[in-house]
């Protein structure tokens, strides 16, 4: 049930209209100049209604950011933000895909693989896809970096769709059934973890990062996100047994392969599965059965898909993109800069991204092992049963929304739809949201209706900005932690 609240006012009805006046206005940016195939990626402006376009798109995202920062501390009532968040999709469901070219990518590798060839070995210009040119020219002859349950899915909206708009067409509404999935399981979370529900909802629903990326844009973190919530849900619901923990397993298994980011929510699952006192042996037996689940669901999608192990060997090229929105990157660009300027070149960003990556393994298990530590804490409070009930669930997925946030912050390459992982996790979970929102408010600017990155058109006062950021949270972290 949907969480009671009071009559919407007039700043909550003001919230709602001009988020969607924001939604029509990106939708009219789609149509002058948003990602059509029969645009190639090139700059936008020079487009015959770019200007146009971009004025839509601009003042568009600008609407529906501010309303969703207004109410930001919760919307009037969950029901109200399912139906505010409704609306603004209305217009964005018809729009052609926004922000981004991977839908275009989707398309080609489920044609490549229902043409009979391996997408995890050859790009989907080398097999052939008709529909090459709409593809990103960065893409085009890397393998496909999405486990062998998309790409069964990709294959599945090109054999029904006919043709690219029905494809494309198919994959929006993928999308759409992964969002819809998440809001089901959002308000169950939320009550778990002591988070108001019409918090939770307006956050992880109503943000553009949704709307706009995740829907619009027809991207795939859309299916691993609703199977990645709806196996969190099973888990916090379980009441005993094995049959719920390999279910939620299951699920969990399948939004991995979907997306291989989903894995390092996994280890946090495990702790939501443990029943009784937190223990070692607790933790092997139940979490023992979500593994089960989880390698059961990997092993039948990728025999069933017929293509093996060959998927993980795709995620290598994910970072063949250089952009200063990922910090490591950022920084990497930065000593390459000072290098030159000392009549060197240092090549740093493979080895900042390196760093990025060892921190951010170092981060993960900081982050399992504090929220281990806090739920040990918890055995000798049961008797305590209302905020032993609450603790468990928040401990672990407030652990895993910092992971995820993690991966999105250190990995090679960043794109603004990467933050909605974080984004509904830590709705449903978080105390304190401002952390979260604030930077979830800032990237939904990032990117231009056609797709093209506005990092590509400021690399270096970007990688700057980014280098500073990260110099200026690492001296607060160590300040902090000294204090």
């Known amino acids: 049930?949907?969480?009671?609240?009071?009559?919407?006012?007039?700043?909550?009805?003001?919230?709602?209209?001009?988020?969607?006046?924001?939604?029509?206005?990106?939708?009219?940016?789609?149509?002058?100049?948003?990602?059509?195939?029969?645009?190639?990626?090139?700059?936008?402006?020079?487009?015959?209604?770019?200007?146009?376009?971009?004025?839509?798109?601009?003042?568009?995202?600008?609407?529906?950011?501010?309303?969703?920062?207004?109410?930001?501390?919760?919307?009037?009532?969950?029901?109200?933000?399912?139906?505010?968040?409704?609306?603004?999709?209305?217009?964005?469901?018809?729009?052609?895909?926004l922000g981004s070219r991977d839908v275009y990518s989707y398309a080609c590798q489920g044609w490549a693989y229902a043409a009979g060839h391996d997408p995890y070995a050859v790009g989907v210009a080398a097999a052939g896809c008709p529909w090459v040119d709409s593809v990103a020219p960065l893409w085009r002859d890397t393998p496909a970096p999405y486990g062998p349950l998309f790409l069964l899915l990709a294959a599945l909206?090109?054999?029904?769709?006919?043709?690219?708009?029905?494809?494309?067409?198919?994959?929006?509404?993928?999308?759409?059934?992964?969002?819809?999935?998440?809001?089901?399981?959002?308000?169950?979370?939320?009550?778990?973890?002591?988070?108001?529900?019409?918090?939770?909802?307006?956050?992880?629903?109503?943000?553009?990062?949704?709307?706009?990326?995740?829907?619009?844009?027809?991207?795939?973190?859309?299916?691993?996100?609703?199977?990645?919530?709806?196996?969190?849900?099973?888990?916090?619901?379980?009441?005993?047994?094995?049959?719920?923990?390999?279910?939620?397993?299951?699920?969990?298994?399948?939004?991995?392969?979907?997306?291989?980011?989903?894995?390092?929510?996994?280890?946090?699952?495990?702790?939501?599965?443990?029943?009784?006192?937190?223990?070692?042996?607790?933790?092997?037996?139940?979490?023992?059965?979500?593994?089960?689940?989880?390698?059961?669901?990997?092993?039948?999608?990728?025999?069933?898909?017929g293509l093996g192990l060959g998927w993980v060997g795709g995620l290598a090229h994910s970072g063949d993109s250089q952009q200063w929105t990922s910090p490591p990157t950022a920084v990497g660009f930065v000593v390459d800069y000072l290098g030159a300027l000392a009549g060197r070149e240092p090549g740093a960003v493979p080895a900042a991204r390196v760093v990025g990556l060892v921190l951010l393994a170092t981060l993960l298990a900081v982050f399992w092992w504090r929220a281990w530590s806090a739920l040990r804490r918890l055995n000798d409070a049961r008797q305590r049963v209302r905020r032993f009930a609450v603790a468990r669930p928040r401990a672990a997925l407030l652990g895993a929304g910092g992971a995820l946030a993690a991966t999105v912050a250190l990995a090679p390459v960043f794109h603004p739809w990467y933050a909605t992982g974080p984004l509904l996790l830590l709705a449903v979970s978080a105390t304190r949201t401002g952390w979260f929102t604030l930077p979830c408010a800032v990237v939904v600017f990032l990117t231009l209706p056609d797709g093209t990155s506005l990092a590509r058109y400021t690399k270096a006062p970007g990688a700057i900005a980014m280098t500073a950021l990260v110099v200026a949270l690492v001296v607060l972290a160590v300040r902090r932690r000294r204090s």
């Open 157 to 305: 909206a090109v054999t029904l769709g006919g043709g690219l708009a029905g494809t494309v067409a198919l994959f929006r509404l993928l999308a759409l059934a992964g969002v819809l999935l998440a809001a089901l399981c959002l308000p169950g979370l939320a009550r778990a973890c002591g988070v108001p529900t019409r918090r939770a909802v307006w956050l992880g629903l109503a943000s553009p990062l949704v709307g706009v990326h995740l829907v619009a844009g027809a991207h795939n973190d859309a299916v691993m996100l609703g199977l990645l919530l709806l196996g969190l849900l099973v888990l916090v619901r379980a009441s005993g047994g094995a049959r719920p923990l390999l279910a939620a397993g299951v699920l969990l298994g399948l939004a991995v392969a979907v997306k291989a980011t989903a894995v390092v929510v996994l280890p946090f699952a495990a702790l939501v599965a443990v029943r009784g006192r937190y223990t070692v042996r607790a933790l092997l037996r139940d979490g023992g059965w979500v593994a089960g689940g989880v390698l059961a669901a990997l092993a039948t999608a990728s025999a069933v898909s």
């Open 1 to 97: 049930m949907t969480e009671p609240g009071p009559p919407p006012d007039d700043r909550a009805r003001a919230a709602r209209w001009t988020g969607l006046a924001g939604a029509a206005l990106v939708t009219v940016a789609g149509w002058l100049g948003g990602a059509l195939p029969t645009l190639p990626p090139h700059q936008p402006w020079r487009m015959p209604y770019g200007p146009a376009a971009l004025g839509c798109w601009l003042f568009g995202t600008a609407l529906m950011v501010g309303a969703w920062w207004a109410l930001r501390r919760g919307a009037p009532s969950s029901r109200w933000a399912y139906r505010t968040a409704g609306l603004w999709l209305v217009p964005l469901v018809v729009a052609p895909p």
